[in-house]
């Protein structure tokens, strides 16, 4: 279900761009989603403990730096490109997950992993893997995408000994607390009123309430490289939107999106331990 509403925000935010600046942007998203999430879970506020103020606020600060970078790229390069970029985090996180956690991935999850990958790659289009060059945008989205595989890990790393609802709201809240104070920083100033980033941050805002609370409870069952690739299915809600706006999908990347669905069941797929044979002396 988070993937269906990330998969619509890459074409939306693309469009907003043109009305607004990155990081103004992101600090209306993240605060509207951090005011939605006090309403609904303000009476959760009373228990809040040190713990998850420090919890929330790491979270918060991948956040503000995953979605900032990612916005940031979305100025200059297309929605596919960014796409593309953005799903390097998929193979990142077992990496990260290794070094940081010290949780070795099984072996099944890394196959899962890379056929996800690889199907991302056809879902693309080989042009967006061949055309790809470190310009500003792609520069900025890549360090985006490492944000985004550093913030999966967090919430993994975090999620047993917090409460979702309270960690929810402060990471939100920093996340869009800490772009408005660097958009005098940026050299960024409030842009004129318009319609557009009014709807769409309020709207996206709304969405992100629901997509980080729902990271956070789901987190606590599911390992990190597991939540990524399921999190690999986004590119094909993509793929869909952009066929309602008008862009057709090739069988290249229809098998691209067949790809990622069998990269989701290959990380579910646990082979059975080979018992050592014991010898009788």
């Known amino acids: 279900m988070i993937t269906m509403l990330w998969g619509a925000t890459f074409l939306i935010i693309h469009h907003t761009m043109e009305h607004t600046g990155p990081l103004f942007f992101v600090g209306v998203r993240f605060i509207t989603a951090g005011l939605m999430s006090l309403l609904l879970f303000r009476k959760s506020l009373a228990g809040m403990t040190r713990y998850e103020l420090k919890a929330g606020s790491l979270i918060g600060v991948g956040v503000f730096l995953g979605y900032t970078f990612q916005t940031l790229g979305l100025k200059t390069i297309s929605s596919s490109q960014s796409a593309f970029i ?11 997950q290794w070094a940081v ?33 470190l310009s500003r945008g792609e520069v900025a989205t890549l360090l985006g995408a490492f944000s985004i595989a550093g913030e999966i890990i967090l919430i993994s790393r975090y999620a047993l000994r917090v409460d979702s609802r309270r960690v929810t709201i402060v990471q ?7 772009a408005l104070a660097f958009m005098p920083i940026a050299g960024e100033s409030v842009p004129a009123f318009s319609w557009v980033w009014v709807a769409s941050g309020v709207g996206l805002g709304v969405m ?3 997509i980080q609370f729902a990271m956070n409870w789901a987190q606590k069952t599911i ?7 399921i999190y690999a299915g986004e590119p094909v809600w993509a793929g869909l939107v952009g066929r309602l706006a ?3 999908l090739p069988p290249l990347a229809i098998a691209g999106a067949g790809l990622i669905v069998l990269g989701v069941l290959a990380s579910e797929i646990r082979l059975p331990r080979k018992k050592k044979m014991q010898e009788n002396s």
């Not at 939100?172 to 800490?178: D, H, K, Y």
């Open 208 to 210: 992100s309430a629901i």
């Open 223 to 229: 390992s990190a490289t597991r939540a990524t690739v």
């Open 101 to 133: 956690l010290r949780r070795r991935p099984h072996m099944m999850s890394w196959v899962g992993v890379l056929i996800a990958f690889i199907g991302l790659i056809c879902l693309t289009g080989p042009e967006a893997a061949s055309g790809l060059s």
């Open 172 to 178: 939100l809240l920093v996340a869009g607390l800490l």
């Open 86 to 96: 953005t799903a390097l985090y998929v193979p990142m996180v077992p990496f990260l």
């Open 246 to 248: 008008g862009e057709r």
